[in-house]
């Protein structure tokens, strides 16, 4: 299994295996929202590949809290489902966050499962000031700052960046 940078050839076989994992009306949730019009931050979407064949995918978009604040939101990420429980999502994870920090990002949000994404260091207590651009379970609104204290204090909305 090899983690590469994801390529324009790899968006067929991403988009099925976002189809598989969240459904083909997963663009009707608000993250989305948050996505449309903006392209993926290139130097942060990877995908997991065995034998030219796609087996997890992460991606990351460039967003803002307030209108001050640069952060990185992830999602989605997707593992085949014959490779679930194998701890790809976890690499794909790890190795794409020390990515973000290692150019510079401060900061990343996601909407997720509070459970796994924990392990991670994301927490709901690091959101608890921020607003999201239409309804979700805010016990999955989680954020983590790869560096300490980024965000402390911050409060606003979360908006795109067009």
């Known amino acids: 299994m090899q983690i590469i940078a994801e390529q324009p050839g790899h968006t067929g076989g991403i988009e099925g295996l976002l189809d ?3 459904g ?9 929202r948050l996505r449309a019009g903006v392209e993926p931050l290139r130097e942060l979407c990877f995908v997991a590949l065995q034998n030219n064949h796609i087996e997890g995918t ?3 978009w460039p967003i803002t809290i307030g209108m001050e604040h640069p952060a990185l939101l992830l999602g989605p990420i997707a593992v085949a489902e014959h490779r679930r429980s194998e ?3 976890g ?9 973000a920090a290692a150019l510079g990002h401060r ?10 994404y924990q392990r991670f260091g994301f927490s709901r207590a690091q959101t608890l000031g921020l607003t999201l651009p239409g309804p979700v379970n805010l016990d999955r609104f989680l ?4 560096v300490p204290g980024a965000l402390d204090g911050l ?8």
């Open 155 to 162: 409060s606003g909305d979360v908006r795109s960046i067009l």
């Open 87 to 89: 701890g790809l999502g």
């Open 91 to 99: 690499v794909l994870i790890r190795y794409s966050l020390n990515r």
């Open 107 to 116: 900061i990343v949000l996601l909407v997720g499962d509070a459970p796994y």
């Open 143 to 146: 954020g983590l700052d790869l």
């Open 24 to 32: 083909t009306d997963r663009s009707n949730k608000t993250v989305y």
């Open 58 to 60: 992460i991606r990351y």
């Open 20 to 22: 598989l994992a969240f």
